[in-house]
């Protein structure tokens, strides 16, 4: 039977070779061709926010954090790659004429890590300090950490300021956003799974138990922080790639609340279930795109009805996609 390394290394090839084939080679993706451009766009959103619902979910699911500013986090991914993608079509070395046949792929892997290392830089940053608190204060504190990294770029003119960033070639396909999709499910449920990753629930858990077992707390919780805010960078990356303008606007309060109701309505620190959520609530947003003055109170009275009839969220307490290591017996 496969171990967890050799699921990891057929992932990573699959996740590659699916890329390739959806990545500037028209005579191979002729598949593309096969789907309207409407559902095309809908099933990339699904991607993205599932990378987001995700990632999130490891900080407030199974690390027991609760954080509002993913879309600070978002935001750095986002423009930093998008400035990358430019500043590399300036120098001649476009994505889109690729020098050979990895060329672009091979790009756009190394502006997809910048986007996600300079937001995992950017929650580290942001965690030290902030992730010694608890509860609500640390919610606060999240709140007012993404709202400072938007105002900062609003006032950034490199970036464009208030007006937003345009240009952004559009290098996002289906296969890159799923391949992502795919990536951030492995690695949380891998970590979350492994020796080390029950940390993540002991502290959630109970964090004072854990402090009294000798397990440094702050570390932990500032891990989870980290990765999911390098996966949150990617998140942006592929959006910001996807609709070619993005702006400060963009990622204010609201898309990080949209995020935790995903994580909420999934079910805190299950994974399918946060997925399932991801992409129901992409289906349900463009359902009420003709009634968009109301989709925040849809999502209030869905988080009401689900914290009464449910509150373990609609897959709740389901056991992980992926296997278990078993201890020595």
């Not at 990339?44 to 999130?56: E, R």
């Not at 120098?91 to 050979?100: D, E, K, S, Y």
């Not at 890590?113 to 300079?118: K, Y």
Request: charged content about 10%; some cysteine; aromatic content about 10%.
């Amino acid at each position: 039977m496969i171990g967890p390394k050799g699921l990891f290394v057929s992932a990573v090839i699959a996740v590659g070779a699916v890329s390739y084939l959806f990545t500037g080679h028209p005579e191979m993706s002729w598949t593309l061709a096969q789907i309207d451009d409407y559902l095309l766009n809908i099933l990339i959103l699904m991607g993205i926010n599932v990378v987001l619902a995700v990632s999130l979910n490891l900080v407030n699911g199974h690390a027991g954090q609760f954080s509002l500013g993913h879309a600070g986090f978002m935001a750095v991914g986002a423009y930093g790659s998008a400035a990358l993608t430019m500043f590399l079509g300036q120098a001649g070395l476009t994505v889109l004429q690729p020098i050979g046949g990895l060329a672009a792929p091979l790009l756009f892997c190394i502006v997809l890590i910048f986007g996600g290392v300079l937001a995992a830089m950017v929650g580290l940053l942001v965690g030290i300090p902030s992730l010694r608190l608890r509860g609500d204060y640390l919610a606060i504190v999240t709140l007012g950490f993404g709202e400072i990294i938007r105002v900062v770029i609003q006032n950034a003119d490199g970036l464009g300021g208030a007006r937003g960033l345009t240009g952004i070639p559009a290098h996002t396909t289906l296969g890159w956003t799923f391949a992502v999709a795919a990536s951030s499910i492995y690695v949380v449920g891998s970590l979350v799974n492994s020796t080390y990753g029950r940390g993540f629930i002991a502290v959630r858990d109970d964090e004072i138990a854990a402090e009294a077992m000798g397990i440094n707390t702050t570390k932990y919780k500032v891990i989870a922080f980290t990765v999911g805010a390098f996966f949150a960078g990617l998140a942006g990356a592929l959006y910001a790639h996807f609709i070619g303008y993005i702006t400060p606007e963009g990622f204010n309060f609201l898309k990080s609340v949209d995020v935790v109701v995903m994580v909420i309505l999934g079910g805190m620190g299950s994974t399918a279930g946060v997925t399932v959520a991801a992409v129901a609530l992409t289906v349900l947003n463009e359902l009420l795109r003709q009634a968009e003055q109301y989709r925040m109170v849809v999502f209030a009275l869905l988080l009401i009805i689900l914290m009464i009839l449910r509150p373990q969220g609609l897959i709740g307490n389901l056991g992980s996609w992926l296997p278990r290591k078993r201890g020595r017996s």
